[in-house]
């Protein structure tokens, strides 16, 4: 989430009398302040005799009465912000007297400011009748940078005058100055910047007009704190904003179609008010955490999402697969509190009876399956929700449910069936992705766990996969898709297992083992996972792929 | 004996073949149509499957799935979902508009369907072909479910559905899942093409479609008749086994007593169907009935019963039956000599067709002929010159006489003084022509070398006649010219004498007038010249003019006495003239000038004849081609006589060229 806020600032050009500072380069200051810094802010005897070797006390108590005059350290020698900052910069204050013309603005944000100043020639003319009271009293004693040249830095050290109302000679200026801050919460910053044109001075007392130069600062604002306080106003409107969340609940229907999709949303606010830096119109909030309102909403929205998602990637899906995108486009998003619920398979089929494609797309896979699927399978899926475990599973079926909360180690347990595995091969196009990797370790320390000397091969696709880091895992140098299976790419998922004795045999899986996923961190092969539907049919050598029953009979590898 | 002109001769031979032996041949048998009685599983009539309405209806269809079309339209129509496999060419042409409007199909094409075929629930049945339809059972059944998953996932290319207005074929989407292998124990299996039947033992009855003939011997094969394969096939006769065949649009089939399977045809891959006993007790039957064709060996031709059959032999394209008499027609057979044209035939002949009972050969035998390049030969050339030359003498001896007959004619009409000569010319004139017509009847080519020397003497002679005849004939005419001009002069001398004689006189008296005229005016003019001398001025002048008057007639008078004088001695010369005859001049030889009759010139020696040594042949024409002499003869009557010739000549005997 993030906004800018803009407001235009006014800006007054006087002459007057003051007492300032530049800012130069004073080395030997900055290396005394940095020795102060290091030991314990403060600026002594010691410290001055420590940085500049050889000065007597009296020198160095001189140093120290001067670093008080110049406001690097307060009476006692405490290192005051001034002090910090010659420390870090090197340049400390130069006084001086004298009439300067200054460009002054404020606000809130920026406080009392002179923009830029420059040196006047002092006069007789005794127009004492034309000097008003500054309209903006500069802050004193603060370094400003100049916005004409970023390397002029200065400072106003005082205001004399007689009776305490400072004054000057107010000038006419065209100079324009606009703030422009920008909030963002998801990074927890905020950042203003000043721009516009000012008079500068080109000599005979001319002045042309150049754009302004400012770097960048920051006010330090908590932003979640502000998104709380207008949540409760100008944010109402729109939805209910979720502290605890740090998101906006809102209805479905408000919702435009990418907004489905990333769960973020752009309002537009009249007018916002930041306590104590002002208000702002017209502001722009983009990217707003949003979740549904409500149980329908969450329901509307997640079909609405799979919809979206079967349209732009059109194409035969097993009803494995449907189920799993249901889960992959609700669950971590914020409709998965809601448990959204994908209709069984007749109801889908009814929804897209308009449309054949996507009837057909959903009809055909689950009509020729290979391996029928399961009624409860068919069934609605509610998100969050473990799928039942069927009382009986049919012989050389390995199905996890849906949050079956199945180790990997029981996985591989029911898939070895009780044979002590020599070699294991695992087939999975998408062996990449820290997950994934670190699913592919509990996999190997499962098998481990049967047999510790059993030999895990990984064939995966080389796109973005990283078979170092498969080879750490298995201490086998994995095999690419392309070398194996050339352009007849298999779909789905094998694990095959070679027993130390008998005929090797294959598990041709619905889904990949590795898409589970731990909510612990560290876990072994023996934690709970959380499974998205995986159903592992046994098949014997012949009924495999040529290249993985030229695996099982020893070649390949 | 040969006949008329030589030309190209065509003979023929004629050979019995019903002893022949075919070593292998399919032969065709009149059948009946077998009867059929439906049994448990196989069953010619489609029946209806029991509806299962929550299940999906699969179905492949093939080439002639009609009865399988049937059962989809009749599924789809209950609102069922249908899924149909069909091949590359299905909908391409035509639309299947009942199938279109069906509410819930959809169709995937694959490279080649194998069968047709319906799934439903736990029934499935398959149209093996010939119009038989095989229920599986439920083994077989959910195989078949397997295989069809198989075929559908994996292999198609192409997918529509019904519904729409039209089937948008778009090339089909992968698929959701791996569908396994089907196992090689599997009662149905999708195979590779090169799959063939298993099994084949002894007591077995097969039927094979394609390819090679099984390596075992079963009791009874059923194999494709034709072309090929049939040395295998005769082993297996040989072994005992009957190879049969009949084309009932039947798969590839194998039963051995309560086993048995079905291969269906394919390029990309064949479909497998291992049989329970049941079926393959069904299945049997259909291999038990009686066959169109049998596989024999060693077949005799000349079998009474083989007359009506159809034989399909090794490396025939199709079956035929027995050929009662085969004419093969042979290339044209060059004869080495004339003499030997009618007994020539080819050095060897071409084997008949093996379905042929008698076999007739035909081939033409080709003359030795003249090559085309020949030419004539000298000696004909020569004969010729010498035959020409002959003809224009004997030419220019007649023109001669023709001449001389005109001539004599005009000196008999101009000078009668010699008619009586003339009678004489005439005479030697007609026998001249009569030996000369006697010598255009015959030629020198035709007397030979032997018989040219004396027509040759003779014709010097008559030429020498002619020549003579003419001669005299100028001879006399010169005399009787000579005698007529003497005549003529004479007459005119004693014309010329008389007349002077008889001038004469005048003329002398004239002169003496003119002299005694001239010496009068001499006088008168010597006159006036004495008085010129004495006369005065004017007398003078008159004088003078007489004096000019005078001279000029005494000079007329001068040139007349001397044309007198000159008269007078001219005539009394031509008076004492003497009679001389002057011959008139001698024409020139006629001979001599342009376009001048012929007088042949007598020679005292006969001009050198140059009589070939070799007679010309009596028969033929005698050309030679490089170096070779050939007599050309036409006919055959001309055969004998010519073979003696060219002997004689050094040729060889040959027909024209373009015999």
């Known amino acids: 989430m993030r906004c800018v806020l803009t407001t235009d600032i006014p800006v007054s050009r006087v002459a007057a009398f003051a007492e300032m500072a530049w800012m130069v380069r004073r080395p030997e200051l900055g290396l005394l302040c940095r020795t102060a810094r290091e030991h314990g802010n403060r600026i002594t005897t010691a410290v001055v005799q420590s940085a500049l070797p050889g000065l007597p006390d009296a020198g160095a108590n001189n140093v120290i009465a001067w670093c008080k005059v110049l406001g690097l350290c307060d009476a006692r020698g405490g290192l005051m912000a001034l002090g910090e900052d010659v420390a870090d910069s090197d340049e400390a204050p130069e006084p001086e007297q004298g009439v300067y013309g200054m460009w002054l603005a404020e606000h809130p944000v920026l406080g009392r400011r002179v923009l830029a100043v420059e040196r006047l020639a002092s006069n007789r003319d005794h127009r004492f009748e034309s000097i008003e009271p500054l309209m903006v009293d500069p802050d004193r004693g603060k370094v400003f940078r100049s916005v004409l040249n970023g390397k002029e830095r200065f400072m106003v050290r005082d205001l004399p005058t007689n009776h305490g109302q400072p004054g000057g000679l107010v000038g006419d200026t065209r100079a324009t100055c606009r703030l422009r801050w920008t909030l963002d919460f998801d990074q927890a910053r905020d950042q203003w910047q000043l721009d516009g044109v000012i008079e500068a001075p080109q000599g005979n007392g001319k002045h042309a007009m150049r754009p302004m130069q400012h770097e960048p600062e920051s006010d330090g604002l908590d932003l979640w704190n502000l998104a709380s306080t207008w949540a409760t106003g100008p944010l109402s409107s729109v939805g209910r904003w979720q502290a605890g969340e740090r998101r906006l609940a809102v209805a479905f229907n408000s919702l435009a179609e990418a907004e489905l999709d990333s769960f973020r949303k752009t309002v537009t606010l009249r007018r916002v008010e930041i306590p104590g830096k002002g208000a702002y119109d017209n502001v722009t909030l983009e990217d707003v955490p949003v979740g549904p309102a409500s149980t329908q909403d969450a329901q509307r929205w997640a079909m609405a999402?799979?919809?979206?998602?079967?349209?732009?990637?059109?194409?035969?899906?097993?009803?494995?697969?449907?189920?799993?995108?249901?889960?992959?486009?609700?669950?971590?998003?914020?409709?998965?509190?809601?448990?959204?619920?994908?209709?069984?398979?007749?109801?889908?089929?009814?929804?897209?009876?308009?449309?054949?494609?996507?009837?057909?797309?959903?009809?055909?896979?689950?009509?020729?399956?290979?391996?029928?699927?399961?009624?409860?399978?068919?069934?609605?899926?509610?998100?969050?929700?473990?799928?039942?475990?069927?009382?009986?599973?049919?012989?050389?079926?390995?199905?996890?449910?849906?949050?079956?909360?199945?180790?990997?180690?029981?996985?591989?347990?029911?898939?070895?069936?009780?044979?002590?595995?020599?070699?294991?091969?695992?087939?999975?196009?998408?062996?990449?992705?820290?997950?994934?990797?670190?699913?592919?370790?509990?996999?190997?320390?499962?098998?481990?766990?049967?047999?510790?000397?059993?030999?895990?091969?990984?064939?995966?696709?080389?796109?973005?996969?990283?078979?170092?880091?498969?080879?750490?895992?298995?201490?086998?140098?994995?095999?690419?898709?392309?070398e194996v299976f050339g352009r007849s790419l298999p779909h789905d998922r094998y694990l095959l297992v070679l027993p130390s004795q008998g005929h090797g045999f294959g598990w041709h899986m619905s889904n990949s083992p590795l898409h589970a996923r731990a909510d612990v961190k560290s876990g072994g092969p023996d934690t709970p996972l959380r499974w998205k539907d995986l159903m592992a049919t046994r098949v014997s050598a012949d009924e495999l792929e040529p290249a993985l029953r030229q695996w099982l009979a020893g070649g390949g590898r | 004996m040969m006949q008329g002109p030589i030309q190209r001769m065509l003979c023929n031979r004629v050979l019995s073949r019903a002893d022949e032996r075919l070593p292998t041949a399919w032969i065709g048998e009149a059948t009946h149509q077998p009867t059929w009685t439906d049994g448990m599983w196989l069953t010619r009539t489609p029946g209806r499957m029991a509806p299962a309405v929550s299940a999906p209806l699969l179905v492949l269809l093939g080439d002639g799935g009609d009865d399988a079309r049937a059962a989809l339209l009749a599924h789809a129509s209950s609102g069922a979902r249908v899924y149909v496999l069909v091949g590359p060419g299905w909908g391409?042409?035509?639309?299947?508009?009942?199938?279109?409007?069906?509410?819930?199909?959809?169709?995937?094409?694959?490279?080649?369907?194998?069968?047709?075929?319906?799934?439903?629930?736990?029934?499935?049945?398959?149209?093996?072909?010939?119009?038989?339809?095989?229920?599986?059972?439920?083994?077989?059944?959910?195989?078949?479910?397997q295989t069809f998953l198989r075929l559908f996932w994996h292999e198609a290319t192409e997918e529509a559905w019904s519904g729409g207005r039209q089937f948008a074929w778009r090339p089909a989407r992968e698929r959701p899942f791996d569908v396994p292998e089907v196992p090689a124990s599997s009662s149905v299996r999708w195979e590779p093409a090169d799959a063939r039947l298993t099994g084949g033992s002894r007591g077995s009855m097969m039927h094979v479609n394609a390819g090679l003939p099984p390596e075992t011997a079963p009791r009874r094969l059923w194999f494709p008749a034709g072309p090929n394969q049939h040395e295998g096939l005769a082993k297996l006769v040989e072994a005992g086994v009957e190879v049969l065949w009949a084309d009932r649009g039947l798969p590839d089939l194998q039963v051995n007593g309560g086993a048995g399977e079905v291969l269906f045809p394919g390029t990309r891959g064949r479909l497998r169907l291992r049989l329970t006993a049941i079926q393959a007790h069904d299945v049997a039957a259909l291999l038990e009935a009686p066959p169109a064709w049998r596989f024999h060996i060693n077949v005799r031709l000349g079998e009474a019963h083989h007359r009506s059959a159809r034989f399909w032999l090794p490396s025939e394209t199709?079956?035929?039956?027995?050929?009662?008499?085969?004419?093969?027609?042979?290339?044209?057979?060059?004869?080495?000599?004339?003499?030997?044209?009618?007994?020539?035939?080819?050095?060897?002949?071409?084997?008949?067709?093996?379905?042929?009972?008698?076999?007739?050969?035909?081939?033409?035998?080709?003359?030795?002929?003249?090559?085309?390049?020949?030419?004539?030969?000298?000696?004909?050339?020569?004969?010729?010159?010498?035959?020409?030359?002959?003809?224009?003498?004997?030419?220019?001896?007649?023109?001669?006489?023709?001449?001389?007959?005109?001539?004599?004619?005009?000196?008999?009409?101009?000078?009668?003084?010699?008619?009586?000569?003339?009678?004489?010319?005439?005479?030697?004139?007609?026998g001249l022509l009569a030996r000369v017509g006697e010598l255009e009847t015959q030629r020198p080519s035709v007397a030979g070398p032997s018989g040219t020397s004396a027509l040759l003497t003779q014709l010097g002679e008559i030429e020498d006649a002619a020549r003579k005849l003419q001669a005299d004939l100028e001879d006399a005419e010169r005399k009787a010219r000579d005698e007529e001009e003497r005549e003529k002069q004479h007459a005119a001398w004693r014309s010329r004498v008389d007349a002077a004689n008889r001038d004469l006189p005048d003329r002398r008296t004239a002169l003496t007038t003119a002299e005694s005229r001239h010496a009068t005016i001499a006088g008168e003019l010597g006159g006036i010249e004495e008085s010129l001398k004495s006369a005065n001025k004017e007398a003078r002048k008159d004088l003078a003019a007489s004096q000019r008057k005078l001279s000029d007639d005494l000079q007329r008078s001068l040139k007349e006495l001397n044309r007198l004088r000159g008269e007078i001695k001219s005539l009394e010369q031509q008076a004492d003239e003497k009679f001389e005859f002057r011959p008139p001049p001698v024409a020139k030889n006629r001979s001599s000038q342009s376009g001048g009759r012929f007088v042949p010139s007598a020679s005292s020696t006969p001009p050198a004849a140059q009589v070939p040594d070799q007679p010309l042949p009596e028969v033929g024409s005698l050309r030679v081609h490089k170096g070779q002499r050939y007599l050309v003869i036409q006919t055959w009557e001309q055969l004998t006589t010519g073979e003696s010739i060219a002997s004689r000549l050094s040729a060889k005997l040959v027909a024209p060229e373009n015999a």
Request: with cysteine.
């Open chain 1, 305 to 482: 999402r799979l919809e979206r998602h079967l349209s732009v990637k059109p194409g035969y899906r097993s009803r494995a697969e449907v189920r799993e995108q249901f889960a992959q486009l609700t669950e971590d998003t914020a409709l998965e509190v809601f448990a959204p619920t994908l209709p069984s398979h007749d109801d889908l089929l009814l929804q897209a009876s308009k449309d054949p494609e996507r009837f057909w797309s959903l009809a055909a896979p689950v009509d020729l399956s290979p391996f029928p699927a399961a009624s409860d399978e068919l069934g609605p899926l509610r998100i969050g929700s473990p799928a039942p475990i069927a009382a009986t599973e049919a012989p050389g079926v390995v199905r996890v449910p849906y949050r079956g909360g199945w180790s990997m180690r029981k996985l591989m347990d029911r898939l070895l069936s009780g044979v002590v595995p020599r070699r294991v091969l695992l087939c999975d196009r998408y062996v990449r992705g820290d997950d994934n990797l670190d699913m592919l370790k509990l996999l190997v320390a499962g098998l481990r766990a049967a047999a510790p000397n059993v030999a895990v091969d990984v064939w995966t696709g080389d796109e973005e996969a990283d078979f170092k880091k498969i080879q750490s895992i298995t201490s086998a140098s994995p095999r690419s898709y392309r």
């Open chain 2, 92 to 145: 391409k042409d035509q639309a299947d508009n009942q199938l279109l409007h069906a509410p819930r199909v959809l169709i995937r094409r694959l490279p080649e369907v194998p069968v047709s075929a319906v799934h439903c629930g736990t029934e499935a049945r398959l149209w093996v072909g010939g119009g038989f339809i095989l229920r599986l059972d439920t083994t077989q059944t959910e195989a078949f479910r």
């Open chain 2, 318 to 430: 199709t079956a035929r039956g027995l050929e009662a008499e085969q004419l093969i027609k042979l290339p044209e057979v060059h004869g080495t000599s004339l003499r030997e044209v009618p007994s020539t035939s080819p050095a060897s002949l071409p084997a008949a067709q093996p379905l042929a009972l008698a076999v007739r050969y035909e081939w033409t035998v080709v003359p030795p002929r003249v090559p085309a390049a020949a030419e004539e030969d000298p000696l004909v050339s020569r004969w010729r010159k010498l035959d020409e030359d002959w003809i224009a003498r004997l030419a220019r001896v007649r023109d001669a006489l023709i001449a001389a007959e005109g001539d004599r004619g005009r000196i008999g009409r101009g000078f009668s003084r010699l008619v009586s000569a003339m009678l004489g010319f005439e005479r030697t004139h007609g």
